[in-house]
């Protein structure tokens, strides 16, 4: 069974960087897509950034562009969100989350990411 655990949250002030963590297990990622969600109170989700697991192509979204970078470890079978330049509009719970299909199909539980002014 497929298992994404989210770690690295926290508060931080503006203009502070956090590294978010993805652990997955129950499989071989190969072949997949991992994803960086985030949700923020009374908005939708929305994707922030994604990377395939096999040769490391990223796309960010235009909001995030310049400050996230995602990343992989493939030992560890581990992926990574650095976030660089927080600003209060970065404040969400952030989800990792894998795909095979168009569709994402595995997510983690969340973790809590506050930025303060």
């Known amino acids: 069974q497929v298992q994404l655990v989210e770690s690295g949250g926290g508060l931080v002030q503006t203009g502070g960087s956090l590294r978010l963590s993805c652990a997955a297990s129950?499989?071989?990622?190969?072949?997949?897509?991992m994803g960086w969600f985030r949700q923020a109170p009374g908005r939708e989700r929305e994707i922030v950034a994604a990377?395939?697991?096999?040769?490391?192509?990223?796309s960010y979204a235009d909001s995030v562009k310049g400050r996230f970078t995602i990343s992989r470890d493939n030992a560890e079978n581990t992926v990574y969100l650095q976030m660089n330049s927080l600003k209060p509009e970065d404040t969400a719970v952030y989800y990792c989350?894998?795909?095979?299909?168009?569709?994402?199909?595995?997510w983690g539980q969340g973790t809590q990411v506050t930025v303060s002014s």
């Open positions: 129950g499989r071989t990622f190969s072949g997949y897509t």
């Open positions: 990377i395939t697991w096999n040769v490391g192509i990223t």
């Open positions: 989350a894998a795909r095979t299909t168009r569709r994402y199909e595995y």
